[in-house]
């Protein structure tokens, strides 16, 4: 591969799917891999096409960890967690080791180490259309979520969770999370929540198990919302409706905080998608502040972090579970992963975004059924960017080459 080298980085954007940035990078001899991050889209791009692209541009493009090390100094971040060149170096991670699947022939899973298993069971997260990166106003009151729109899980866990998960369970999930606490955290900024508003919040998860036994599993999610003893006093509260795990329980910023909830309650702690780098998760591993080490792919380095974070995990008996509620990319990067790493327990999906607009973005989406996300031997990470999506008149392409 020394006489390859790395000609041309393209950024694109769709105002559509605003807070979402995609990275392609090209070689001299015709190959090409791609890679996503979202949120502060302006200042990722910034990033890849500036100092990024600065160093890439005539690099070798195998030369995968030695571009991850250098790029992960520029800027002010240092390895910062959670920050814009964090997202940009992820996606830019992603892209590297697509284009050296696709020049080797492979599905990305090979160079990983091969497939450990040929399916991974998945989890349904119960977002509706329009939630997180893809987030728009609201329309509420016209949503029947069985008819005009089957798939506004967002709006059913509150409003008809019982049917919500007859409807997962009729398309083969048997794992579903749920966040109805979300909703009280702007009342006090999520420094209390009173007996009403806990037991409206808890309801959910008694409909679901007094309805469907224990065909559901049900994970909750607290989004990093509450105080120490808020979020300990929300455990207690759902602990006898036995949840696989409670995610992101309090802010990401303290693990000697997050060891205290861990400790104070029987449901899994599992965190978090927030973190960025293995010196994060080393720093809460060793704190064995977590049950369940989860990342997104995307945000926390790309597959190069992605894969030294899990290898760690297992060297403490924790598994791991990959985030994804970004685009179809990091779907499917997570889940090439996910077959791949031993220590792998469960992989997110969110139907209401893979029937929809993830079908929009990429020629093909992967094969998720019955429960299980299933290997293929589509070359890469598996999909690629549609030629609809590319020639899109809103979607805009940044360039830089040598």
């Known amino acids: 591969m020394s006489n390859s080298v790395i000609e041309t980085i393209n950024v694109y954007r769709n105002p559509d799917y605003a807070q979402i940035v995609w990275v392609s990078i090209k070689t001299n001899d015709g190959f090409e891999g791609i890679g996503e991050t979202s949120y502060v889209p302006e200042t990722v791009e910034s990033f890849i096409l500036g100092p990024a692209s600065d160093y890439l541009l005539g690099k070798d493009p195998s030369r995968i960890d030695l571009h991850w090390e250098k ?39 090979e160079l990983l180490g091969g497939l450990y298993r040929d399916k991974i069971k998945v989890y349904n997260t119960c977002a509706g259309y329009s939630y997180g990166v893809n987030r728009k106003p609201y329309e509420a009151g016209d949503i029947d979520f069985r008819k005009e729109k089957p ?25 579903m999370k749920i966040w109805p606490y979300d ?25 679901i198990r007094e309805k469907h036994k224990n065909k559901m599993e049900v994970m909750v999610e607290l989004h990093s919302y509450w105080n120490l003893p808020s979020a300990i006093r929300i455990a207690k509260s759902v602990e006898p409706y036995k949840p696989f795990w409670i995610e992101d329980p309090v802010p990401m910023d303290n693990f000697d905080t997050l060891y205290q909830f861990k400790n104070s309650t029987t449901i899994p702690t599992t965190a978090s998608e927030t973190l960025s780098t293995r010196w994060s998760f080393r720093e809460m591993f060793e704190k064995r502040a977590v049950s369940i080490c989860m990342f997104d792919i995307s945000w926390v380095g790309g597959i190069s972090e992605a894969k030294k974070i899990s290898s760690m995990a297992e060297a403490y ?9 970004v685009g179809p990319l990091t779907l499917a990067f997570s889940i090439q992963l996910s077959l791949n790493v031993r220590n792998t327990l469960i992989q997110e999906t969110v139907r209401a975004f893979n029937n929809t607009w993830y079908k929009e973005i990429v020629s093909n989406m992967p094969v998720i059924n019955d429960g299980f996300a299933h290997s293929t031997t589509e070359l890469g990470c598996g999909v690629k960017l549609s030629k609809n999506f590319l020639e899109n008149k809103k979607t805009s392409i940044k360039t830089r080459s040598l």
Not at 71 to 99: C, F, P, Q, T, V
Not at 317 to 325: R, W
């Open 71 to 109: 790029i992960s100094k520029l800027g002010s971040s240092k390895r910062g967690n959670y920050s814009a060149e964090m997202r940009g170096l992820s996606a830019i991670d992603m892209a590297l080791w697509d284009l050296s699947a696709r020049r080797l022939n492979v599905p990305l899973y």
């Open 151 to 175: 798939y506004e899980d967002q709006h059913a866990f509150i409003n008809d969770p019982a049917g919500l998960a007859e409807s997962l369970l009729e398309e083969g999930f048997s794992a």
């Open 183 to 207: 909703q009280f955290v702007s009342n006090t900024d999520g420094n209390m929540i009173d007996l009403a508003q806990l037991e409206e919040g808890t309801e959910p998860f008694r409909i």
């Open 317 to 325: 008996n924790l598994p791991i579970a990959t985030h994804d509620c």
